[in-house]
Nanobody, 118 residues
């Protein structure tokens, strides 16, 4: 069983930066998508950014040009670099691994709070 542990959240002023990390306890291989989601109070969870095992990336329109997702295969870690943060980025951020092959598995982290406020 793979466990995901997020870190890097916190309080930051508007315009500031944070880097989130998500470390997987076991090896992730095959075909998979690693993603960051967020959920603000009273809102549905939404996809922020994703990266495939092949290296393709996808971003929500609201974060394009400000956020960058990356991964370190050797460390089984995915990162989310967040720049030019806005108050509307405030949410709990969750790491997800959607494994397609060789087996179908869906892993979630416990979430890390990001608060953007002056």
């Amino acid at each position: 069983q793979v466990q995901l542990v997020e870190s890097g959240g916190g309080l930051v002023q508007p315009g500031g930066s944070l880097r989130l990390s998500c470390a997987a306890s076991g090896s992730i291989f095959g075909i998979y998508i690693m993603g960051w989601y967020r959920q603000a109070p009273g809102k549905q969870r939404e996809l922020v950014a994703a990266i495939t095992s092949g290296g393709s990336t996808n971003y929500a329109d609201s974060v394009k040009g400000r956020f960058t997702i990356s991964r370190d295969g050797a460390k089984n870690t995915v990162y989310l670099q967040m720049n030019s943060l806005k108050p509307e980025d405030t949410a709990v951020y969750y790491c997800n691994i959607d494994q397609r092959l060789p087996n179908r598995n869906d892993y979630w982290g416990q979430g890390t709070q990001v608060t953007v406020s002056s």
